[in-house]
Nanobody
Framework: VQLVESGGGLVQPGGSLRLSCAATGINSNVFNIYNMAWYRQAPGLQRELVARTTNSRNSNYADSVKGRFTISRDNAKNTVYLQMNSLKPEDTAVYYC?????????WGQGTQVTVSS
C-alpha cells in the first residue's frame, strides 16, 4: 500500500484547505476495511493525531480541531480527505496520512500546511 498526500500549501488565518490522500496498490474492497487517519507534526513537536475514521465509519478528532476539520473517505476512489476550515497559525505543520489494520501500518510522505498572513 502506498499513500500519497496532496492539497497542502500556504493559506491565511481563517482560510480553508482540503487535503487528499490517495491509496494505491490495493483495490477499493480492500481499502474499505482500512482505518484511515491524519496526523500532523510541527517543528520541534511530536507527531499528533488530528482525525481518524474507522472501517465502521466512526470518526474522532483532536480537541484542537473539533468543529473546524472534517475527515471523510471515498472508497470508490481509494481516497481519504481532510477538510480544514477556520485555519489558525497553530495548525501549521506537516500533515501525514495513515492507513492501519491490525499489524499493518502505512504512512504517506506528508504535505506541508502553513497558515500565515
Amino acid at each position: 500500500v502506498q499513500l500519497v498526500e496532496s492539497g497542502g500549501g500556504l493559506v491565511q488565518p481563517g482560510g480553508s484547505l482540503r487535503l487528499s490522500c490517495a491509496a494505491t496498490g490495493i483495490n477499493s474492497n480492500v481499502f474499505n476495511i482500512y482505518n484511515m487517519a491524519w496526523y500532523r507534526q510541527a517543528p520541534g513537536l511530536q507527531r499528533e493525531l488530528v482525525a481518524r475514521t474507522t472501517n465502521s465509519r466512526n470518526s474522532n478528532y483532536a480537541d484542537s480541531v473539533k468543529g473546524r476539520f472534517t475527515i471523510s473517505r471515498d472508497n470508490a476512489k481509494n481516497t481519504v480527505y481532510l477538510q480544514m476550515n477556520s485555519l489558525k497559525p497553530e495548525d501549521t505543520a506537516v500533515y501525514y496520512c495513515n492507513a492501519y489494520l491490525g499489524r499493518q501500518d502505512y504512512w504517506g510522505q506528508g504535505t506541508q500546511v502553513t497558515v500565515s498572513s
